[in-house]
């Protein structure tokens, strides 16, 4: 399916919020500031909040998920991004869940958008995808094994949405500069950096808190994804494995580090969650986890 075909499909099944004929736009939705929402991810005063489901196992579930976090936001004075994938590409096995697809997942991002009213983030894994997701989502994520392709962040910049730049596994922090200056170079001005911890042998992931400083040498604002950096890759056989108790953890020290935010894959059940499950952060204890993260978070801010 092209990029218009999903536009134009997702438009009718949300029934508010594109509208596209002949590759026109006939009418367009009302966004979120975008405006506010970079100045309130890169002035330092807020912590940030990205965080969800690993994937959209079903609509019911995103919004109770957001809804949630975005109560437990407001109350601690965070900035939320609700976030959640539309197909994991990139699954350890071809048999596992990958999502509902482009069209139905974009669908259910633009309802948990309206419904809820916060700003959505989810990544892409071809340059058609970048161009239909950035009609729907505040903040498109180039993924970590990614990070390096050029025409994926050429194709992400050109839809003007904020920009969410993961740190390859593989890669140093200071590489980074290069994805940076990449996307600069396509006119991408509102950047994210996310590390999510760094290869460390087989089967093992190690979190560096250097990387948050050396990033945030760049100018742009350093998240760290907390539950991808416990994760265990491969380590369940024909999936990857977690240490999920473990996120809470990783996650103070990185905003105590300088982190201007975290990224945290929760979920009410995690043992019944479709993807990544052993490494997230059950949804009950994400409102302890946060107002401890925002405790740090104040402590070491000038």
């Given at each position: 399916m092209s990029a218009l075909q999903a536009k134009t499909r997702i438009a009718a099944s949300t029934g508010c919020s594109l509208y596209f004929r002949g590759g026109r736009r006939l009418y367009s939705r009302v966004p979120i500031d975008s405006l506010a929402l970079w100045n309130s991810l890169s002035d330092g005063?807020?912590?940030?909040?990205?965080?969800?489901?690993?994937?959209?196992?079903?609509?019911?579930?995103?919004?109770?998920?957001?809804?949630?976090?975005?109560?437990?936001?407001?109350?601690?004075?965070?900035?939320?991004?609700?976030?959640?994938?539309?197909?994991?590409?990139?699954?350890?096995?071809?048999?596992?869940?990958?999502?509902?697809?482009?069209?139905?997942?974009?669908?259910?991002?633009?309802?948990?958008?309206?419904?809820?009213?916060?700003?959505?983030?989810?990544?892409?894994?071809?340059?058609?995808?970048?161009?239909?997701?950035?009609?729907?989502?505040?903040?498109?994520?180039?993924?970590?094994?990614?990070?390096?392709?050029?025409?994926?962040?050429?194709?992400?910049?050109?839809?003007?949405?904020?920009?969410?730049?993961?740190?390859?596994?593989?890669?140093?922090?200071?590489?980074?500069?290069?994805?940076?200056?990449?996307?600069?170079?396509?006119?991408?001005?509102?950047?994210?950096?996310?590390?999510?911890?760094?290869?460390?042998?087989?089967?093992?992931?190690?979190a560096d808190m250097r990387a948050i400083p050396i990033m945030a040498s760049e100018g742009f604002p350093v998240i760290f994804d907390a539950t991808h950096s416990v994760q265990i890759p491969g380590g369940g056989g024909t999936k990857s494995s977690g240490e999920g108790w473990l996120a809470p953890v990783l996650a103070r020290a990185a905003v105590a580090a300088g982190a201007a935010g975290v990224f945290i894959e929760t979920h009410p059940n995690p043992d019944r969650a479709l993807s990544d499950g052993p490494n997230m952060i059950p949804l009950a204890d994400m409102p302890k986890v946060l107002a401890t993260l925002v405790k740090v978070f104040q402590a070491v801010r000038p």
């Open positions: 005063r807020r912590l940030c909040l990205i965080a969800g489901p690993c994937v959209i196992e079903s609509e019911a579930l995103c919004l109770a998920i957001g809804r949630s976090l975005k109560k437990t936001c407001a109350h601690l004075g965070v900035t939320y991004i609700f976030k959640a994938s539309f197909d994991k590409a990139n699954r350890t096995s071809a048999k596992s869940f990958r999502g509902p697809g482009l069209e139905a997942g974009l669908a259910t991002l633009a309802r948990v958008r309206e419904k809820l009213d916060v700003p959505v983030l989810t990544d892409f894994h071809t340059e058609a995808q970048a161009a239909a997701a950035g009609e729907v989502v505040d903040i498109l994520q180039l993924p970590a094994l990614l990070c390096r392709q050029t025409d994926l962040i050429a194709a992400a910049a050109a839809t003007g949405a904020i920009l969410n730049l993961k740190k390859g596994q593989f890669l140093s922090p200071v590489d980074m500069c290069q994805v940076v200056a990449k996307a600069k170079s396509f006119g991408a001005r509102r950047l994210l950096l996310t590390d999510r911890g760094t290869s460390f042998g087989y089967n093992n992931l190690v």
